[in-house]
């Protein structure tokens, strides 16, 4: 596999096969870094972003690898360079691969499909967001070990987000018991899962994954009742006192406090919130690993297999 952007073509063993190798970053098993060989990659983010920018930037430095950071803001995009033009450039200076995020759906894997370098999908618009499902599904793996029948509901704004898609799809093929959880006009008919209210969700979920409203996608500029969608369809205090012992509480952030989740359960107990960010570092110098070794190995500059 040439890029990493989506959930789609990542197969039961491919992922599984990740997720060890994230465990082996983690613990210290293995140590794969770059230093040596001088090795330059590019962050692109078109959209805002804390988590997923700053995470890749981490996991580049601890890689060893040299990083290059672009500013929209203050860079020849503004004087209208294409994103092409923009990602050719870079590989012309010599970057090994591109990691970018695009406000339009299927940017990324348009991208990909033209450049030689790896590209890794930061998020395109409302379309998928591997790296932080890659993360989400490694947090889920550390708790309880196997996806097999694993219980998990993902609720909120399913419509507008990347996070959902890439996740529903990753986890039906690890084999959990994929559930969604929304209001009417947050729904997406095209993900074929069973909904749930939430009162249901939380008593029968092994996780429970939160989501943003991203009022910056909406169309319709739908009033927002904050407490009253808390009461409605987020996780209250209640809510959380009803949830299987075991169970755990996701969200890939930015969280609203006090709209999809209480303000005080963001560090409760059962959340594995910050957990899942600290986790984003390690499943992206693993993702960062895998696409320079299959570029390295197509080019003939390493010669052994190596199995994910
Ligand atoms: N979860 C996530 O993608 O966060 P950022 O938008 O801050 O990168």
Partial sequence: ?????????????????????????????????????EMFI?????????????????AEKKLGLNVLDFHVESSSALKGETVYDTAKTFEAIGAKAIVIRHPKENAVQELAAQLDIPVINGGDGKGEHPTQSLLDLYTMYQEFGSFEGLKVTI????????????????????????????KESYRDDTLDFPY????????????????????????????????????QYGLTIDRYNRLKEHAIVMHPAPVNRGVE????????????????????????????????FQQQLKKGEIKHDFTY
């Fill in 261 to 292: 989740i209480d303000d005080t359960l963001v560090e409760a107990e059962k959340s594995r919130i910050f957990k899942q960010m600290a986790n984003g570092v390690y499943s992206r110098m693993a993702v960062i690993e895998m696409v320079l």
């Fill in 155 to 182: 609720v909120g704004d399913i419509l507008h987000s990347r996070v959902a898609r890439s996740n529903a799809i990753a986890l039906s093929t690890l084999g959990a018991d994929v559930r969604l959880s929304a």
């Fill in 196 to 231: 749930l209210e939430i009162d249901e969700a939380v008593e029968d979920s092994d996780v429970i994954m939160l989501l943003r409203i991203q009022l910056e996608r909406h169309s319709s500029k739908e009033a927002l009742n904050k407490a009253d969608y808390l009461n």
């Fill in 1 to 37: 596999m040439k890029d990493f952007v989506s959930m789609k073509t990542m197969t039961k063993d491919q992922l599984l096969g990740l997720l060890k190798r994230i465990e082996a970053i983690e613990t210290g098993q293995v140590k794969p870094s770059y230093k040596k060989e």
């Fill in 42 to 58: 590019a962050n692109l983010f078109y959209e805002p972003s804390t988590r997923t920018k700053m995470s890749f930037e981490v």
